[in-house]
């Protein structure tokens, strides 16, 4: 099968008003290709990203990938297909080491994937976590590193596990940095209590960047270094982001975007069983959570309980606050995650030999058209 879309092609390094052609998957040319072949799909004026990539979220439409159930996945596939996401991690929260072990092993049997956003494996946020920063996590199942623990949840997961967060505060978070990296796991730190001297040493011994940076980690203080004040003045790490106006206000955005750059920014959703789904009560984490006005909280306690917020959505917030460029904004929604999880030779960009995974948006980034492998996922706009 082969198929040429035109419009406005967001590259690595420049927007072209030209045509690009996927043939059998794959992205095999990028200029006017007059093939009498093929059927052009011509949108002039809509800009085509590479498809976004989303590493960290733990579902929506009423759904927590917590329950370990392989159809969820696909649900919730399609559903982020919508927001013109191509690809995905399935985030978990904190759970009992056999519970975890049980979850992924059920993961590991998710079909492959067609008509919605591919699987691209399982981010665990935690085990290994500062209890003073647990955010909503369940206190009782935090606790310091294990390496023989941490072979068990990646034999369980059978090299789904790519991404994980942890904290630098124990002793033996070089072994743990070590052994993850060695197999393909990207240890990111997050919702701790480390100092800018352990996040450092962290960095050193290879982890890759900062889970949603701001939320859950000490913060920046003028006396005290901590977390936040290693993120912005150490140029090591991927950085997560959710610009949502809520997690992280307009003004903290921009500061952050200003030292670490598009070349750092990583955006994600941390989305929650409320996206896409009207006003109401969830169950995530284990805790009763409502959903109002845009905003995510425990019912109990009105702690924030992750977002509600599409990725595309926070590409407009970007793009309104901080002024970046469209290449600008691929390399942080898409290329980015890509490299993090060590698939930007196939994913995050425009280029021939890569995957035809593709997202249309239009002025306002409102979704039109997606595309995996070249197949349409979600279509909006006329074609």
Not at 61 to 88: C, H, K, M, Q, Y
Not at 263 to 288: C, H, W
Not at 364 to 373: A, F, G, I, K, R
Request: net charge neutral; hydrophobic share 40%.
């Amino acid at each position: 099968m082969k198929q040429r879309i035109s419009g406005r092609l967001v590259l690595k390094d420049r927007i072209v008003e030209d045509e690009l052609t996927i043939q059998d998957g794959i992205i095999t040319h990028i200029g006017k290709n007059p093939d009498p072949h093929t059927t052009l799909w011509d949108l002039p004026g809509f800009l085509i990203y590479p498809g976004l990539i989303d590493v960290h979220l733990h579902g929506a439409l009423g759904i927590d990938f917590a329950s370990g159930n392989p159809a969820d996945i696909e649900t919730v596939g399609w559903d982020v297909a919508r927001d013109g996401v191509t690809g995905f991690l399935a985030s978990l929260t904190t759970l009992p080491h056999q519970e975890l072990i049980a979850v992924l092993k059920r993961l590991s049997r998710v079909p492959e994937i067609t008509g919605a956003a591919r699987f691209l494996g399982v981010h665990a946020e935690g085990p290994y976590l500062s209890k003073e920063y647990k955010a909503l996590m369940k206190e009782e199942y935090i606790h310091a590193p294990n390496t023989k623990e941490l072979k068990e949840i990646a034999a369980a997961g059978k090299s789904l596990l790519k991404t994980m967060t942890f904290s630098p505060v124990y002793e033996n978070t070089d072994e743990l940095i070590r052994w993850g990296k060695k197999h393909g796991i990207r240890m990111m730190i997050g919702h701790t209590a480390a100092n800018a001297k352990q996040v450092r040493a962290a960095l050193d011994q290879g982890a890759s960047g900062y889970t949603h940076f701001y939320n859950a980690m000490s913060p920046l203080h003028h006396r005290s270094d901590g977390t936040v004040s290693a993120g912005l003045s150490d140029s090591r790490g991927y950085v997560e982001l959710i610009a949502d106006g809520v997690h992280v206000s307009e003004a903290a955005v921009k500061i952050c975007v200003k030292a670490v750059g598009a070349d750092r920014l990583i955006l994600v959703t941390d989305a929650m069983p409320g996206k896409s789904m009207p006003d109401g009560e969830f169950t995530f984490s284990y805790l009763d959570c409502i959903k109002e006005k845009g905003r995510a909280y425990v019912k109990a306690s009105g702690r924030l309980a992750g977002s509600v917020i599409s990725l595309n959505k926070e590409i407009k917030n970007i793009k309104d606050w901080c002024g970046f460029t469209d290449t600008e904004l691929a390399k942080a929604a898409s290329l980015n995650p890509a490299r993090l999880l060590g698939i930007a030779d196939r994913y995050g960009s425009l280029e021939v030999g890569k995957a035809g995974d593709l997202a249309v948006f239009d002025e306002d980034y409102n979704c039109q058209l997606t595309l995996v492998n070249g197949e349409v996922v979600y279509r909006r706009v006329m074609l």
